[in-house]
């Protein structure tokens, strides 16, 4: 029977099960509280520049056409892509990085340049990492819902079992001995929300997905992505209602029947969240919350960041599309984020220049800049404390791209723990929702079903299949697949 389900939030995993519901003839709404659509992947003009908030790096291209042809469509009805080449720079000191290009052949060659016998191992690597790509990302995560343990057993992952044992630091380690693609190599996990260490070497298929399948930008940049699903959406009926904050989800015996936004009811049959997990429970009377304080307090959380978006009156030398400042040490760093949360004593960082690619980013001359430092959740937030850490990264980047900076700014806007909780009600901050650890994969993260209200569902990065947008558009898809049923 045709339900009226209302879907809270609007990132990427709300948007995608809109689609997925609307197209099995449901009647969907989806209510936003910001001003804008697209979650995190908001995107906001100042000063002739446009900024994507969120994401930048769109990895595994696959998924995105899977969601489109799920449709009839393709990614090309929508906007153009186009692989970049070099993908990345990753900058190791002055006159110290190294360009991943577009080919594992050409990385390899460069892979052999810094460590006699790493091109070959690589190869060797990537080959295994492909293979689990096939079965990670190809076979299972759409069979994925996270209701049983045995989703994860079949012939092919018993056979890979030893990857869920060992680490991904374990297996770089391993094949390599040189620090600078040892760091290159354990970057992708960052994606994951989690630490090298602590992360099971199966992802790996992450190491597939940047050097394998490599590293795109839509032509306008990441938000043609958010304005193709709700052209999407649209067209299969789908209504958005953006400035509606969810106050309080209120209960008829064990169903959600009522949603309260400024004021306002709204009856429904379903009630799908991609808002953050642990606020949506909040929303509920207490013995309707399934997990308690205690739970969420011990979970491994994906960093919260220090973003800046920058508007520059000239055009910025020796740095590509995409940069990694990685001249420090990750492991400091990664201490400074997990076990002992405190301010980066020498952050690495993450510095994009989209007008590098797209122009029209950015006034005539001049250059659009995104700037990320991880950080740990619940940090104390202070316009001091930004300011000092905005010094030290753009003196970080004069001196290694050899020009003067700072002089140039034009515009400057910075996002950071406080503004996470506030305007996406995130817990502790969180930038992209709980680390993929081997005891927070597939079942063992928070239900994308409630256990105690009958018709509540979620989705998004706080549950299956995890961080990172792939992740919430596939996890829109299982949460509708599984209300569909
Ligand atoms: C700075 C940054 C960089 C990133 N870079 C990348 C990248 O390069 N590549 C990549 O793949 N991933 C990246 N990610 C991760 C990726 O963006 C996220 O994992 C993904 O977009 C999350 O989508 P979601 O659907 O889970 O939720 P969100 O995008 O968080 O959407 C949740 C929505 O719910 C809304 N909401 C909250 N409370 C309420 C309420 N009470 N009522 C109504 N609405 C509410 C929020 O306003 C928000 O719009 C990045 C994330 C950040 C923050």
């Known amino acids: 029977m045709k ?25 969907v709404t989806v209510f936003e509280k910001n001003g804008e659509l697209g979650g995190r992947a908001r995107q ?43 993908a990345y720079r990753v900058y190791f000191g002055l006159d110290d990085y190294i360009d991943i290009e577009d080919s594992i052949e050409k990385i390899s060659k460069k892979f052999e340049k810094i460590e006699t016998g790493s091109g070959k191992k690589l190869k060797k690597f990537l080959e295994r990492a492909k293979e689990n790509y096939g079965i990670g990302v190809t076979d299972m995560l759409y069979k994925m819902p996270g209701l049983s343990p045995l989703e994860l057993v079949s012939i092919k992952t018993l056979k890979k079992i030893r990857y869920f044992l060992s680490t991904i630091r374990k297996d770089v380690h391993r094949d390599f001995k040189n620090p600078k693609l040892r760091s290159v190599l354990e970057f992708p996990v960052l994606f994951l ?11 790996n298929f992450m190491n597939y997905a940047d050097f394998g399948l490599g590293t795109f ?19 299969l009926g789908v209504n958005y209602q953006i400035n509606h904050c969810l106050e309080k989800i209120e209960m008829n015996g064990n169903k959600a029947n009522k949603l309260i936004f400024n004021n306002k009811e709204y009856d429904c049959d379903i009630v799908v969240s991609g808002a953050d997990y642990h606020h949506t429970e909040t929303l509920l009377p207490n013995k309707f919350r399934q997990y308690s304080e205690k739970y969420w307090a011990k979970r491994v959380f994906a960093p919260s960041s220090l973003l800046f978006y920058v508007g520059f009156n000239k055009k910025i030398k020796n740095v590509n599309h995409h940069n990694l400042f990685f001249d420090t040490d990750f492991d ?57 850490y905005f010094n030290m990264i ?12 700072k002089d140039s700014i034009i515009y400057k806007r910075s996002f950071c723990v406080s503004d996470f909780k506030n305007e996406y009600n995130s817990y502790g901050g969180n930038a992209y929702g709980l680390a993929n650890t081997l005891f927070q994969t597939a079942f063992l993260r928070p239900n994308i079903k409630s256990k105690l209200v009958q018709n509540l569902y979620f989705c998004g990065q706080l549950t299956v299949p995890g961080p990172g947008v792939p992740p919430a558009i596939v996890s829109g898809e299982l949460v509708a697949n599984l209300i569909n049923k």
């Not at 990664?334 to 690495?348: G, M, T, V």
């Open 3 to 27: 339900k009226n389900i209302a879907i809270i939030g609007s990132g990427f995993s709300s948007l995608s099960a809109a689609c997925y519901l609307a197209k099995n003839g449901h009647k």
């Open 44 to 86: 906001f003009k100042a000063k002739g520049f446009t900024f994507d908030m969120g994401p930048s790096w769109y990895w595994m291209p696959d998924v995105f056409e899977k969601f489109f042809n799920d449709f009839n469509k393709s990614t090309k009805d929508f906007y153009e892509i186009e692989k970049l080449n070099p």
């Open 193 to 203: 929300g989690a630490k090298a260490s602590n992360t099971p070497a199966f992802y």
């Open 217 to 235: 930008q839509p032509k306008n940049g990441f938000y043609d992505l958010v304005n193709a699903m709700v052209l999407l959406g649209k067209s």
């Open 332 to 388: 400091q760093h990664a201490a400074e984020i997990y076990d002992n949360p405190n301010w980066p004593s020498d952050p690495l960082f993450y510095a994009n220049f989209t007008s590098k690619t797209n122009p029209e980013t950015a006034p005539l001359n001049c250059e659009n800049g995104f700037f990320l430092i991880p950080i740990a959740t619940n940090l104390k937030d202070t316009k001091e404390i930004r300011d000092k």
């Open 394 to 405: 753009i003196e970080k980047i004069e001196g290694f791209t050899k020009q003067d900076l």
